[in-house]
């Protein structure tokens, strides 16, 4: 048995001084951006404060110990042993998505995007020079999955990459290693590239099946690159570390040719939080957090069906986001809006997620059960007023 971890208190956690602390007015709960309100795991804490106090905060050493953590990691994790010598580290994994399409692309290339999908990746791809092509995931009524059809045709008529979320966020869907194999083949068959962003991959819940694309097959390790953070499972988003996975000659090419100064912007607390974030040491807290989050996902499941009704929601393979769908209950195609004004709880709004977000919103229930519970019934108020 793991041992239990619980969120901070409201009052601690509005001692924080991050974005989701600070963006809106103590009155509202902020359910919205990415980030958690639990303590940090305690192999974190502890090599924060050695470093704190050797002053250690000069820039990232050219050789450290990071990958060999992570290959470490995703073997006791995910059953699979990435080489540490084919990875490279970067500031963010926003940067390392934006650099990577950089070496991949020229601009004008269309790169195929899967909404609803993390706002950002809009973004990203036109900071890469390129045009986003939208292939929506397929709502099978159960379940979403990748739009392999639709992913054939828009390689067919020339895309050049595919930006995958894995697990898909705002939706939490772990891809089935099927799928993922399947995609592979199709970006081989047109010497397309995929970039798959592992971010959210240390919180797949065990029985999903997590499988890190350049594990699935010879034509994923061909065709493919992961970017992969500590930063959303041990919520150390504001120290930034990333590292840029491969896992064949042609992508590690790619990787290694990039300037210097990609890594450099490695945060060096980043780098020693995320080591002690993959290292065994972690693997209780890690495995602790994985049941809050099985317990809050299905706690939440009981409060909408109880409080909410007409809210439709799918638990979710992995993370802690929820993709709450309301339009049975008439607040537009933008409810977020009127919960934030009116119910003073902020969720993050369904439409910048893609047309597919009408009527949606994403709710994070990295929290505790007294606030998850809280926001709901704030929620439910409205239905009344
Ligand atoms: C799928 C996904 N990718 C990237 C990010 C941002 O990561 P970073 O801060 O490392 O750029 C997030 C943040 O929530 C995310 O959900």
Known sequence: MSTPVRALTLEQLRERTSEKWREYPADVLPLFVAETDFPLAPAITR????????????????????PAAYSEFARRRFGWTPDPVRMRSTADVS???????????????????????????????????????????????????????????????????????????????????????????????????????????????????????????????????????????????????????????????????LPVEVEWRTGQFGLIAATAAFSEQSD??????????????QLLAALLAEHLPGARYRIPDAGYLAWVDLTDLGWGDNPARRILREAKVALHYGPAFGAEGAGHVRLNFGTSPE???????????????
């Open 284 to 297: 209780d807290w890690l495995d602790g957090l994985l049941a809050t989050l099985d317990e809050n996902r």
């Open 47 to 66: 090599a924060l404060e050695r470093a704190v106090a050797a002053g250690d905060t000069g820039y990232v050493a050219s050789r450290t110990p990071l």
């Open 95 to 257: 940067m390392g998505i934006v650099e990577i399409l950089r070496r991949v692309t020229a601009p004008g290339d269309r790169v195929i995007v899967m909404p609803p999908v993390y706002p950002p990746f809009y973004d990203l791809v036109e900071e890469a020079g390129a045009i986003v092509e939208r292939v929506p995931l397929r709502d099978t009524g159960a379940a979403w999955e990748i739009d392999l059809d639709g992913i054939r045709a828009a390689l067919e008529t020339g895309a050049r990459a595919v930006l995958l979320c894995s697990p898909h966020n705002p939706t939490g869907t772990v891809h089935t290693s099927e799928s993922l194999a399947a995609l592979a083949a199709l970006a081989a068959a047109h010497g397309a590239t995929v970039i798959s962003d592992e971010i959210h991959a240390p919180l797949a819940q065990p029985e999903s099946a997590f499988t890190p694309f350049l594990a699935v097959s010879d034509a994923a390790r061909e065709v493919g690159y992961a970017v992969i953070s500590a930063s959303k499972a041990f919520n150390l988003a504001g120290l930034k570390c990333a590292l840029m996975v491969t896992a064949s000659d042609g992508p590690t090419g790619v990787v290694r040719a």
């Open 371 to 385: 606030i998850l519970t809280e926001a709901v019934a704030r929620i439910a108020a409205l239905r009344d007023s």
